[in-house]
């Protein structure tokens, strides 16, 4: 196995309530991997320590032979920034921002031209179908526009791992297949990894690998 990412025992308390419980997660290199739960089941809080956005309480995850909490806050936002890919819930856009110039910010903090970023961030976008938005503000967006944009953001660079927190929850039928075809594409084309928070069982039954969590304790993992 080419393992980019694994949990071993990891915990995650909020003061003197626990979140997750002992989760044991791996993920390789091209896997697209679902994990399923209702709402508080500790799904999202997970996903948040495999990420390195929260430490662990306890336990360790390690992200291509590095353990994450081994790292200075400089080099982890480092890494965060250029090997990882992030689609929250909420889209989590900046709105004095163009559709382009947010998709495009992961490619700009990296150091990458302007226009040079742009057009890749558009290459993104019109895959996604967002190819007429490209000058509007995101605030004046649809949810389901911005969530596109979202997910634009995060494969832009593509990054070694992408987390999405519910990543269709806010899109219909039709754009909710066009994301779920772009992870996919990423997973066999360019070999990314991804990692999908889910209650929608069809979603994590397009995945290789899924698991189920509740009461924060995550099950074993199955192959789809």
Known sequence: MDVILRAEGVDLFYGTEQAVSGAEFTLERGEVAAVMGSSGSGKSSLLYCLAGVLPPSAGTVTFDGIRL??????????LRRTRLGFVFQYGELLPELTVE????????????S??????????????????????RRTS????????????????VHRPDVVFADEPTGSLDSVNAETVLKEFLWLARRQKTAVVIVTHDAEVAARADTRYT???????????V
């Open 114 to 135: 302007k226009a040079h970023a742009h057009v890749m961030a558009a290459h993104v976008l019109g895959r996604l179908g967002m190819s007429d938005l490209l000058r």
């Open 69 to 78: 909490a081994s790292l200075p806050d400089g080099e982890l936002s480092a």
């Open 213 to 223: 969590m509740s009461d924060g304790v995550l099950a074993q993992r199955v192959a």
């Open 101 to 112: 110039e947010n998709a495009a910010l992961p490619l700009r903090l990296a150091g990458i």
């Open 140 to 155: 004046q967006l649809s949810g389901g526009q911005s969530q596109r944009v979202a997910v634009a953001r995060a494969l």
